[in-house]
């Protein structure tokens, strides 16, 4: 690749692209990284990590009639031999499918974004010698898919894409990389018209801390992006510092206003989730820090000046917000784990017409992922090294429906 300046390391990328290729199979998507590495375009610096995201990675949605998830498989303490994959659960159907896009490491990790429609664009976090995110997108339910790259590296966050009805959506990038349309290196999010061929500047983290419209939030980090339900206009969620006001802007014009209400009592807020679902715009919002930590759903229009519908808070008591998935109606399920070390879990989910949350039977040991079903159950998902377990919730509590192979390339990314 160019730009780097030792021979042997200018070629690994395309040496690792086929050791992968040769276990998991060749492809389109395989092609277009293998044409971004040997492009003569210059490729992006290696990305730093940038601050300590507490957004769990691990998600699921539950939209356009069907169930999708992603998580870490392979040898969970190896980070060469961990894979992510993503599993879709169809209406008509009561087991999950493997649906990862064929012919890159999914070391990083993989982000989706999933349409009304049933549209599902996803995204592969870089890792290893990677330096920009491999794309694919499919309008069939994961049977054919048409890729592109975009050139920087994704944000390791859930919400990280966004895709439009029409076609087009939004990137938020990890900040520590040189973005040249952004104008430095603090991330901040890139759109594209459909297509996913070209694209352009939305704004960057820095620019939207310095709108006047971000003062009360103290932003610190772009942490979700999504479009504002119906239409084409961008909405980002942030991270804010020492306020009880929640991060949530909207493009207008030629700036940004604060969408976000107050959540009384904390220290500082964090979008963990913001979803255009069918019940408009979802927002998954973790409220002050330690042990006074909790989590606020919120629903409405996203439109300037309208009111919101606010969950009560659930306070996490101590635990580690493991995983995060909609429901089939605009809600959200979310896992946690204990910190003590003793690999409790516990599960809790909440719909917009709740007026508190449902606390769900002890989620089984090693569950990774508490996600709904487009029928409305539950299901946990629990990665046994190549093998994915999955148990459902009935009325005699958690019960083993389903146990899948999963084909992890061992030994691709050494």
Known sequence: MTGRPARRRRRRPTQWVRRTLGLVGAGTLAAAVLAACTSSATVPAAPDAGPAVSIPLTSGSASGGAGWATLAMGHLDQPLNTFWELFRLSPDSSTWQLETPRGVASNGGLVTSVSASGAVLVGFVASQFLRFSPLALSADGGRTWQTSVLQWALASVPDSLALSGPGGALALLRSGQAVPLLGGTSGGVVRASAGLSTWSALVSTGALAAESAAAPCHLRAITAVAYRPGSSRPVVGARCAGTDRV????????????????????????????????????????????????????????????????????????????????????????????????????????????????????????????????????????????????????????????????PVPYGSSG
Do not use: H
């Open 247 to 406: 991060g949530i802007f909207g493009q207008q014009g030629g700036g940004w206003v604060s969408l976000g209400p107050v959540v009384a009592g904390s220290s500082g807020t964090e979008v963990v989730r913001l979803d255009d679902t069918a019940a408009g715009l979802s927002v998954l919002v973790r409220a002050g820090s330690g042990t006074s930590a909790r989590v606020v759903a919120l629903w409405g229009s996203g439109a300037p000046g309208t009111a919101w519908a606010t969950s009560p808070a659930l306070p996490l008591a101590g635990t580690t917000l493991r995983s995060t998935a909609t429901t089939p109606t605009g809600g959200y399920v979310i896992l946690g784990s204990a910190r003590t070390g003793s690999g409790r879990r516990s599960a809790a989910t909440i719909e917009p017409t709740s007026r508190s949350w449902r606390r769900l039977d002890p989620p089984p040991a090693g569950t990774a992922s508490v996600v709904s079903t487009p029928s409305g159950g539950f299901d946990t998902l629990d990665p046994d090294q190549s093998t994915l377990l999955v148990d459902s919730l009935t009325a005699r509590g958690w019960v083993r429906t389903q146990s899948l192979a999963v």
